[in-house]
């Protein structure tokens, strides 16, 4: 075998790589290690529903997006759903001879009151593309289906 043949199989037997292993901070004893989720959830708020924790977070202008997870003990994270299809049809947000890079969604509230969720976050406009986005999604079960409405009105970090 000549030197180039047995680098690339060497290389490629070294970059194989198990993906079966899941990250758990649950030790199995009680305790558990830091990082709880071991992943990039920016500008997460976290509330309590019954026995089950849910978290949201920002996922700016990948969508799905607004990325929700869900707990019974804030140790053990579990996706729940990603409530966000869209914000808006046109070629920014589908990365389509524009860009709306940075302004999807943004620092969402997550709250529950009387039977229904509720995840409000802004999207950022920028001056002479667009104006900025108040955006609105309610589900009475957060793994079914939300539904979107833009408000008027701007809270900046609401959560």
């Known amino acids: 075998m000549g030197v180039c043949a047995a680098a690339m199989v060497m290389s490629m037997t070294a970059n194989a790589q198990d993906y079966t292993y899941k990250w758990?901070?649950?030790?199995?004893?009680?305790?558990?290690?830091?990082?709880?989720i071991n992943a990039d959830f920016p500008d997460c708020d976290v509330i309590r529903v019954g026995d089950t924790f849910y978290f949201v977070s920002t996922t700016?202008?990948?969508?799905?997006?607004?990325?929700?997870?869900?707990?019974?003990?804030?140790?053990?994270?579990?996706y729940c759903a990603n409530p966000?299809?869209?914000?808006?049809?046109?070629?920014?947000?589908?990365?389509?001879?524009?860009?709306?890079y940075s302004q999807g969604q943004w620092a969402a509230s997550l709250n529950y009151h009387d039977g229904k969720f509720y995840i409000y976050f802004?999207?950022?406009?920028?001056?002479?593309?667009?104006?900025?986005?108040?955006?609105?999604?309610?589900?009475?079960?957060p793994e079914g289906e939300w539904t979107m409405t833009k408000m008027n009105d701007h809270y900046y970090d609401s959560g």
């Open 24 to 36: 758990t901070a649950d030790k199995g004893d009680g305790t558990y290690v830091n990082p709880m």
């Open 60 to 78: 700016m202008y990948h969508f799905p997006g607004a990325t929700l997870l869900k707990s019974k003990d804030l140790v053990n994270w579990e």
């Open 122 to 141: 802004i999207c950022y406009g920028r001056s002479g593309v667009d104006n900025t986005q108040n955006i609105l999604l309610t589900a009475t079960d």
């Open 84 to 100: 966000l299809e869209k914000i808006d049809s046109n070629n920014a947000y589908d990365l389509m001879g524009a860009s709306h």
